[in-house]
C-alpha cells in the first residue's frame, strides 16, 4: 500500500463527517433557511421528477436557470432520488467540499512530506472559508470547491492540460466560474501554452456571455440578468472601489494568513486576485467580507498557491526539503485553529452544536398538520422544514384559491397559490420585511380566508377555509 496515495483520502474521509454533522444539526436546529437551502432542494426535486428546475419560493413558474446558470445541480438528482429530502444536498456537499482535501493533501505530501503534508491538509480542511461554506445551508458552489483545488493543483505541477479539463466544467457551476476558467487559461498562456491557454480564456468568455446575456434572460419571468448591474461602473477612482472601504485589505488578510503569506511567493496567487478583485467591486458590502460562502473556492487557491510559495523557499541555496515540511504546516495549522476556535466544528466536537433545546421537535410537530403534496407559503426560516414534500412558496407572497394572480413577490414575479400557510408568530426580517409580513398576516384571517389550524414553540399554521 501507497502510503503517500492513501493520505489524502484519509483526511478527505475525517472531512466529510464533520463538514456533515455541521450541515445537518444546523438544519436539525430550524437554522437553515428557505433561501436558499429550501431553493436548492426545489430545484434538485424538479430534477429527480425529470423536470425542469421551477422553483415555488422564488414565484410561479420560475425557472431556476433563470437566475443563475447552475445545471450542474442535476448531477445530485439520483440520489434525492433515493433519498428525498434537504439532508441529501447537505451530505453531497459536505462529501464535495471534503473531496477537494484530495488534491490539495496529494500536493502538500509532494512539497512537504508525509507528515508535513497531512498536517497541511487537515489545516486546509478546518480553513474559515471551507467550514462557513457547509454551515451556509446548500450552494452550488460546493461542485467548484473540489473542481477548482484540482486545477490549480494541476497547474502547481505543471500539468496545465489536465488543469484546463478540470476548469472547464466550473463553466456547468455558475456563471461566475467562468472567470476562474479565464483566469486559469490566462495562467497557462503566461507559462507558455500559448494555444491551451487562448482557447481557454476565449471558451470561457465566449461561455459567459453566452449565459449571461441570452440564456439567463431567455429563461428569467423579467428577460434579464438579475445581477447584471452588481458590476457596473458607478465613475470615481477605480483603485479607490477596489481597495476601499478597509474591511476589503482585512479580507484579504484573513485568507492569506494560514499561508503565512507563502501565497504571496507564488504567481497562483494571481488566481485569487482575479475573483477578489471582481468581489471588491461588486457595490455590495457582503462580497467584501469573509463569511457565508463566498470564501470556499478562494481558499483551495491560496492553500496551493501557499504550498507552492513553500516550495519555492531557499535556505543556503537550497529548496526546502520535504522532511523539513513539518514547521511550515504546523505554523499553517496554528493560524488555521486560532482563527477557527469557535467555528462550526468546534461546536461539532465540543457537543454544542448536538445539544437541542426541545423547540425545534415541536415546530415539526405543528407543520406536520400540513399534507403531502399541499402548496403552502412558508417563513423563509421553515421553508426547508417543507420542501421535501410539499409545493413551497415564500410567505407573504401568495395567492388565495380561487383569487386573484398579480405581481408582487421580490423582484415582481407572480404570487403562487397556496392553500396553507407556515409562519412564525415573530417573524424576522429577511428576505421580507416584519412589518409586512405582519400586515400580509392580518389580511389572512380578516377576509383572506384562512383559518388558524395549530401552532405552538413560536409557529402558527393557517389552512385556506373559504366562507
Known sequence: MDFRRVLPWSVAALLAPLYAAVSLTRYGRLESAGFD?????EAVRAYARLEAPVVALKGTGFNLLGDHFSPVLAVLAPFYRLWPGAGTLLV????????????????????????????AGVAYGLSAGLQSAVAFDFHEVAFAVPLAAAAVVALARERYGPAVAWALPLLLVKEDQALLVAAVGGYVWWRGRRRLGAVTVLAAVAAGLLVTLVVIPALNPGGEYTYGHMGEYGGGNPLVRLLFPAVKALTVLLLLAPTLLLALRSPLVLLAGVLLAARFW?????????????DAVLVPLLCTAGLHGAGLLRRARLRLRPGRGLPVAAGMLAVTVALTATGPVAGVLSGDAWRGDGR????????????????VAAANRLAPQLTGRCTVSLFPYLTP????????????????VAEWVAVLEEPDGFPVPVTEQRRFLVGLVDGGGYRRVADGAGVAVYHWQPG
Not at 437551502?37 to 432542494?41: A, D, R, T, V, Y
Not at 461588486?282 to 463566498?294: E, I, K, L, S
Not at 384559491?401 to 404570487?415: E, I, L
Open 282 to 294: 461588486v457595490d455590495n458590502p457582503a462580497f467584501w467580507r469573509t463569511g457565508q460562502h463566498y
Open 360 to 375: 425545534a421537535a415541536q415546530v415539526r410537530r405543528v407543520l406536520a398538520v400540513v399534507p403531502d403534496g399541499a402548496r
Open 37 to 41: 437551502l429550501g431553493i436548492f432542494e
Open 401 to 416: 384559491p380561487g383569487g386573484p394572480g398579480g405581481a408582487g413577490g421580490p423582484g415582481g414575479w407572480g404570487r403562487p
Open 92 to 119: 453531497a456537499q459536505a462529501v464535495l467540499v471534503a473531496l477537494s482535501a484530495v488534491p490539495v493533501t496529494g500536493y502538500a505530501v509532494r512539497v512537504l512530506g508525509p507528515a508535513g503534508g497531512a498536517v
